[in-house]
């Protein structure tokens, strides 16, 4: 790696959101695991947790030691065993689930806390990427999108296979200048679209919203700012520095409801919005029990668990999404 490109690296910085509860595949994670563990900590593609494998990803892009994890608290006894390498810094403990906004804004504190006031990319730990490698690439080039252009938050966006309901949608615009061709301003955004309009955004050459985030940390931070100030304002009030961090965040998630970054930020579509998209490359949120089952289809190495539950009662009730 050349010197530029090292220092490059040392400035930026990574979020990686573990702190969902996967209610949809529970079934399949018990009979994974012998119990219902959150998705992102089960094996679903391989010998690797979804978690482990999204680190790799991250670690390609960002120093580990730059990264931190956001859980919730009550997974302990599963994110415990995996994070033990990080310190203690990196593991953001939220004390309940609030939806991917506090999760982040809490993780953007503490990346603050640590003097980090970088370039940051967002990793959701439930994804399924078909090569690593040329993922890579595509995060490589979002980060000197925003390298060159600050003001830029870049979302990667995926190929859609379906007239999926269930993603956010991006609609492409003209690109952001001539020395960065393949980024794109976004038109509008389109969360969780009805039947007729994800038709028409599927037909009209639309992308799926990997929610694979890519800005600078002060970017994303005014962000919060213009469209969820009273988020913010809390977090602040709450959170001011005590000393006591961990009862701070009990009063704070007390309070909270939940807030989705795509249903209150992203939906408004705010004009600094970009997307990168990435070409050549499969994709695929394991949020829903057909989705895992079209990847693991579509693998040549199948995990160990699948044949033992195809030849089960479970496939077709995990098909049908039961």
Known sequence: MSQPENSARHS???IVLAGGEGTRLRSLTKFICGAEVPKQFCPLLGERTMLEETLLRADCAVPPEHTVVVVNREHQRFYRPLLRAMAPHQVVEQPGNRGTAPAILFGLRRLLELGREATLAVFPSDHFVGDNERFARHIEMAFQAVDEFPQLCVLLGSTPKAPERSYGWLEPDARISFTRPDILCVRRFWEKPDQETA???YRGGCLWNSFIIVAALPTLHAMFAEYTPELLCTFGAEMAPSGDEQAAAERLYARLGSTGFS?????????N???LKMDNLEWNDLGEPARVLDVVASMRRRPRWFDHFVSGSNFDSLAAGK
């Open 12 to 14: 930026r910085a990574a």
């Open 199 to 201: 038709i028409r955004l």
């Open 263 to 271: 249903e209150q930020i992203l939906s408004q579509c705010p004009p």
């Open 273 to 275: 919005l970009a997307v």
